[in-house]
């Protein structure tokens, strides 16, 4: 980090921010959390895993019709840091809320989970393109793994305080019952995310922008169909968001749905719980390898390694019985998550033109977030079909070979849109 300038530090500790969210909110305590609550309300196991699929996908959807405007309104001098800064706010608010709404209303802490997933993925959409004003395209692959082994590493300590409230609750060493523990873990994981955030707010600025004008919202709505057009003519980027599209929807899936697969087949709470601690410990060394070998034998091929990866993950959950299945699993998941993600995201960050950054990551998030609705669905759909949650994450097998099979189409280039 010491090599680092502050703006790229700045920037990275977003990651160490907004990381706790992703494990504590997305994978780790609040699926459990909900899906004890939804079981004791008497929904089946089967069932509650569905409706928290759902509830991704609609929060998703919700991002994804709002993201190529709000991206395109985001290029205009000075809106991109407000726009990064309602989103963070809105996200952080509603994961505060979750520790106060009462245990046995899931379908409040649905809803609020609905909104913080808004929250989160709205400022992800700015917080993206401001990679292109932190840093040069040289150290683009190095920053954006950074920033993901970064997360890794910072979510481990509200994380591991999280789970220590619920254990030694568990175990009634704390006067405190398992529910008051673990809205305690959301009331930190709001705390840190934003204490955490105040660096990107305060040394981070718009360094490529366009001049703003009279009418922003119809403008922007005119620039996201001259997007769409130039898209469409630049091969390359095309087929690379085709690409996007597959794979990223099965490696988010499998993030956000990881808890619930585990207690569908019976893994007790507390070794969930070590188990995603350890994956977030191996997760970050291994991001930044990818960030390093990506320099040295291109980021395609960096990116169909992970894919190739993901599909073992895949056919393996299929016959996954045991809590050492999900060991082996969740080490094979942390070997290749962070990397996948950090890679795609500079790869894309150097075809398109730093100017109009936030307009073309508009696009680029409405297929991370269009993807993130099919996967879900798909897994809740088959599981609920099939009364077998492995049947559904083999399911996304399907997603990752399109994703392979669409990418290596995908040209090696340096060029960018003009």
């Known amino acids: 980090m010491s090599r680092l300038t502050k703006q790229e530090k700045s920037w990275v500790f977003y990651d160490w921010a907004n990381s706790a969210y992703s494990i504590l909110i997305t994978t780790a305590i609040f699926p459990l959390y909900f899906k004890a609550a939804a079981n004791g309300a008497g929904l089946a196991g089967s069932t509650s895993t569905a409706y928290l699929g759902y509830a991704n996908s609609f929060g998703t959807l919700l991002v994804s019709i709002c993201a190529p405007i709000l991206g395109t309104i985001g290029d205009f001098r000075g809106l991109k840091k407000r726009l990064f800064t309602f989103f963070v706010i809105l996200g952080i608010a509603f994961t505060a809320l979750l520790a106060v709404v009462p245990s046995n209303q899931w379908l409040i802490l649905l809803i609020c989970y609905v909104i913080t997933v808004m929250g989160f993925g709205g400022a992800n959409i700015f917080y993206d393109a401001f990679l292109v004003d932190v840093t040069s ?42 529910t008051v523990s673990t809205q305690i873990a959301f009331a930190i994981t709001a705390i840190w995310w934003g204490t955490f955030t105040i660096p990107m707010l305060k040394n981070v600025q718009q360094v490529y922008y366009v ?30 968001l085709i690409a996007y599209f597959f794979y990223i929807d099965g490696v988010h899936t499998i993030i956000t749905m990881s808890t619930a697969y585990g207690t569908d087949l019976g893994i007790s709470s507390t070794n969930l719980l070590i188990i995603l601690f350890a994956t977030q410990v191996i997760a970050a060394p291994f991001a930044l390898i990818y960030g390093k070998l990506a320099d040295k034998f291109t980021g395609k091929r960096m990116l169909l390694v992970g894919i190739f990866i993901y599909i073992i993950i895949c056919i393996y959950a299929y016959f996954m019985k045991t809590t050492l299945d999900f060991w082996i699993l969740a080490m094979l998941v942390g070997s290749s998550q962070g990397g996948i993600q950090a890679l795609s995201r500079s790869y894309f960050a150097k075809l398109v033109p730093k100017e109009s950054a936030n307009e073309f990551f508009g696009f680029y998030n409405i297929f ?24 559904g994450v083999f399911s996304l ?20 849109i003009q």
């Open 211 to 240: 001049e703003r004008v009279a009418n922003p919202v119809s403008t922007s709505f005119k620039k996201v169909f001259q997007t769409l057009k130039r898209i469409k003519a630049y091969r390359p980027l095309f087929l690379f």
């Open 137 to 178: 395209e040289e150290r683009m692959n190095k920053i954006s793994a950074r920033g993901f082994a970064m997360g890794y590493i910072g979510s481990t300590i509200p994380f591991i305080i999280g789970i220590a409230l619920i254990l030694l609750s568990q175990q009634g060493i704390l006067p405190l019952s398992v």
């Open 397 to 416: 097998v399907i997603l990752f070979i399109l994703g392979g099979a669409v990418l290596l189409r995908v040209p090696e280039t340096n060029q960018k």
């Open 368 to 391: 991370y977030k269009f993807a993130s609705i099919l996967g879900p669905a798909l897994v809740g759909f088959t599981a609920q079909i099939t009364g077998n949650t492995n049947a």
